[in-house]
């Protein structure tokens, strides 16, 4: 399944090179990747590295950022905030306590110093 995000980093790929007019093979050239390979990345299919991401940047002329733009005004409702994270990883760390009383004194002392104390 594609992802949403690498899916609008490659429309935005996409653009930038068509607005340079550049052709998928001369941009995979500067790469040292196929043009099939870049054709994969700007539908999608295949995740861009971090790394391959600058190299794109630096050869289009355009910041890092600028694959991004657009994306917050779209939907991300399925990333959970940093904190929803931290207590997940709370509650499965208590949860691996075998000994209940253990268990128990642990999440109270979590509560109590935690500010967050929601379940």
């Not at 409702?77 to 709370?90: E, F, L, Q, S």
Request: glycine fraction near 4%.
């Amino acid at each position: 399944m594609q992802d949403p995000v690498d899916r609008h980093v490659g429309q935005r790929l996409r653009i930038a090179r068509l607005e340079r007019r550049l052709s998928q093979t001369s941009v995979a050239e500067v790469l040292d990747i196929t043009f099939q390979q870049l054709q994969k990345y700007e539908k999608g299919l295949n995740r861009i590295s971090a790394s391959r991401l600058y190299r794109l940047s630096r050869a289009l002329d355009v910041p890092v950022g600028y694959f991004f733009e657009g994306f917050e005004a779209q939907s991300s409702d399925n990333v959970k905030p940093a904190a929803a994270m931290r207590r997940a990883r709370r509650r499965h760390a208590i949860d691996s306590v075998t000994d209940p009383g253990v268990r128990r004194a642990l999440q109270q002392l979590v509560d109590t110093l935690s500010s967050d104390t929601s379940p």
